[in-house]
């Protein structure tokens, strides 16, 4: 079968409308069943080139907590996601950190970087 | 035994928005007392993002929220004392609470304000039967493990229920290696956001199972296995559809209760309806002086809307503690809102008009999903007012604005809110 026809839930915010995107190919798509603009940016960008923010964790040494949240700093390939894990999963970072410092510049080469979403003082200091 | 304008009981959000809003108010003594080694509350281990949209313009992640608060605490000086138990208030506003500096110590406030927020509902709650091994959490808890204490729950996970934390927490296990077999719902429908399903469940590939329950958890030291059934139109689950899934743990997301002890132990009126205190529009409860904000009140979809509502309560309570809320003991006729048809609960329960604003919000949650519908406010066979909503659903908070002047003839009246569906 050729063409596209797709239903993709939008996740731009809470309402999360149905949006079927259907055409012969990507440069003639018909958008419908969004309620906004953005619904239509989004599942036209959902189509071409899909990202998303990565959130996840990574080990601190003499921090108050075992892990110190993290996030990509801007959205990345959603295909990304798996190999990026396994960058940030084997790094480390010692105590004490701001939030908003760069852990991994330019990950994987998407541009984002990996930086500390909270601030974590040392143990006992 | 010392004494505070305001003492506001838990330091998550709702405490130091309400801490925040009264020093603006120009409150001086205020003293906020929290259970955790620091500020934040459950905020500090959701750390994916999707908050502060509304209150900061920006998606923030739980921690960048929550740090923001914390900065602006340490900037406006306020006190607060750390890894401290409330163990009982009184309605004489008297605060007892310990920690391991000061021993058990009574204090006593101008007014107090209740930011608990809630806990989670356990196995327990929803009676699972089978044996107890070990290997079965409630999202939260796994949640705080992973994301703050650095342990890994489990490797083939089951999960029951589809709250926004139980697919928040399918995606983060995914993320860590986890096999996230299925996530169940006993509903038609999931319980969550419907971009929470997308961009959780839909993009790792995890099935969602709708119409679904365990019936029974099997395992002597560890968790080996859950039998999951099919459940009929009333969500109870039809003998002989039983089939055995091979798991190492179960992780629940089957709701959350306000936790409300301390609340009843100063004689605070609760709602059968929301869990939490009944409260007026400036959040006080049913005892003067006693206010209330965020989670513990009714459970909230978004911090942003917490952090609102608990601004509310530090200007209430400033009001009172400032003398300018003296009417709300003689203005003693309160409308009262009562949810009806198709209304979970509707919050604030009960209108004084104390505070000389234009309008008000209710905010409500319907107990079924709504296509073209509209809320309304009746009083006596009258419609006061009227919102259409495209669609509703009960995972969702509506929010409806009321004119003051609309209500000023209503004093002592009983309004009914209820949804109704709307054709075309």
């Given amino acids: ?102 852990l991994v510049a330019d990950i994987l080469g998407t541009g984002a970087d990996v930086v500390a979403t909270r601030s974590m003082g040392r143990n006992g200091g | ?53 509304h209150h900061f313009k920006e998606d923030l992640t739980g921690p960048e929220f929550s740090e923001r608060y914390i900065r602006r605490m340490e900037e406006l000086e306020i006190p607060c004392k750390l890894d401290t138990t409330v163990l009982e208030i009184t309605a004489g506003r008297e605060i007892l609470y310990i920690n391991a500096r000061e021993g058990a110590t009574k ?20 009676n699972i039967p089978g044996s107890r091994p070990a290997g079965v959490f409630t999202a939260g808890t796994a949640q705080r493990l992973i994301n703050m204490e650095g342990y890994m729950v489990g490797r083939r996970i089951m999960m029951l229920g589809t709250g926004d934390i139980g697919l928040i927490m399918a995606r983060r296990l995914t993320l860590e290696g986890a096999k996230v077999i299925a996530v169940l719902a006993r509903k038609p429908y999931p319980g969550g956001l419907m971009r929470n399903v997308a961009q959780c469940l839909y993009d790792y590939d995890i099935p969602l199972m709708l119409r679904h329950t365990i019936v029974e958890i099997q395992g002597r ?21 039983e089939r055995l899934y091979e798991c190492d743990t179960v992780i629940l997301s089957v709701g959350l209760i306000p936790e409300n002890e301390l609340s009843l132990s100063a004689g605070v009126q609760l709602d059968p309806h929301t869990g939490g205190p009944v409260v007026d529009e400036s959040r006080q409860t049913s005892v003067a002086g006693i206010f209330a904000c965020g989670n513990v009140v009714h459970v909230h979809d978004l911090v942003d809307f917490v952090v609102e509502e608990s601004e509310i309560a530090g200007k209430g309570a400033a009001g009172f503690v400032q003398g300018r809320a003296e009417r709300a003991e003689v203005d003693g006729t309160p409308i009262h809102l009562l949810p009806g048809e198709g209304l979970k609960y509707v919050v604030p329960q009960r209108m004084r008009g104390i505070n000389g604003e234009a309008s008000l919000d209710l905010f ?22 009227r919102l259409k909503r495209l669609r509703m659903n009960p995972g969702e908070m509506e929010r409806m604005r009321l004119q003051s002047s609309a209500l000023e003839k209503l004093n002592g009246a009983d309004l009914i809110v209820e949804a109704v569906e709307v054709d075309g």
């Fill in chain 1, 1 to 102: 079968m050729s063409g596209i026809d797709r239903e993709i839930i939008c996740i731009v915010c809470p309402t999360g409308c149905r949006i079927r995107v259907s055409g012969p190919d990507t440069e003639h798509l018909e958008v419908s069943g969004n309620e906004c603009k953005r619904g239509e940016e989004y599942a036209l960008k959902e189509i071409a080139d899909p990202r998303r923010t990565l959130i996840t964790t990574v080990q601190i040494d003499h921090g108050t907590l075992r892990r110190l949240p993290v996030r990509t700093n801007r959205e990345i390939p959603k295909q990304s996601i798996f190999p990026c894990m396994e960058v940030i999963n084997r790094i480390r970072v010692e105590a004490p950190v701001e939030v908003g410092q760069v």
């Fill in chain 2, 1 to 53: 035994m010392d004494s505070y304008d305001i003492v506001v009981i838990g330091g998550g959000p709702a405490g130091m928005a309400a801490a925040v809003a009264a020093r603006e108010e120009g409150v001086q003594k205020i003293l906020l007392i929290e259970r955790d080694r620091e500020l934040g509350g459950i905020l500090q281990q959701c750390i994916h993002n999707g908050f502060g949209l």
């Fill in chain 2, 107 to 126: 204090v006593s406030a101008g007014a107090i304000v209740l930011a608990m927020g809630c806990r989670e509902r356990s196995r327990g709650a929803v």
């Fill in chain 2, 221 to 241: 030291d560890r968790v080996t296995g859950v039998l999951v059934a099919d459940t009929d139109e009333n969500s109870r689950p039809i003998p002989g559809s």
């Fill in chain 2, 364 to 385: 409500l949650r319907v107990n079924r999903v709504y296509g073209r519908s509209a809320i309304e406010v009746r009083h006596d066979g009258d419609t006061v007012k």
